[in-house]
């Protein structure tokens, strides 16, 4: 019903920044509730940023919280991850994901519906 598909990773050094783009297909982009996860080598998913249907409220991880931004813009049923001051702890396949239950357990990997196929983040020391 929705794919998603996820851009901008690369390699950045330490400090250094990126924005993350998520496109999604469909007409009721609006309806869905979205999030970022990311996964590093021999280590589970992990939430990093979430975001309401309509934009109003947003959540983040410890981890990453004053350091990135999540935003959407449902004209371009796309969603956001500016990330700011990177560390190599940031290092991981980064993953788009779409909801359409919301308002509670944004971190919660099984109340998304949907996911993308990842892109790289890599931050070099």
């Known amino acids: 019903q929705v794919q998603l598909v996820e851009s901008g990773g690369g390699l950045v050094q330490a400090g250094g920044s990126l924005r993350l783009a998520c496109a999604a297909s469909?007409?009721?982009?609006?309806?869905?509730?979205m999030g970022w996860f990311r996964q590093a080598p021999g280590k589970e998913r992990e939430f990093v940023a979430a975001?309401?249907?309509?934009?109003?409220?947003?959540y983040y991880a410890d981890s990453v919280k004053g350091r990135s931004t999540i935003s959407r813009d449902n004209a371009k049923n796309t969603v956001y991850l500016q990330m700011n001051s990177l560390k190599p702890e940031d290092t991981a396949v980064y993953y788009c994901?779409?909801?359409?239950?919301?308002?509670?357990?944004?971190?919660?990997?099984?109340?998304?519906?949907?996911w993308g196929q990842g892109t790289q983040v890599t931050v070099s020391s």
């Open positions: 469909g007409r009721t982009f609006s309806s869905y509730a």
């Open positions: 975001i309401s249907r309509s934009g109003g409220s947003t």
């Open positions: 994901a779409a909801r359409y239950s919301g308002n509670y357990g944004w971190d919660v990997r099984g109340l998304y519906d949907y």
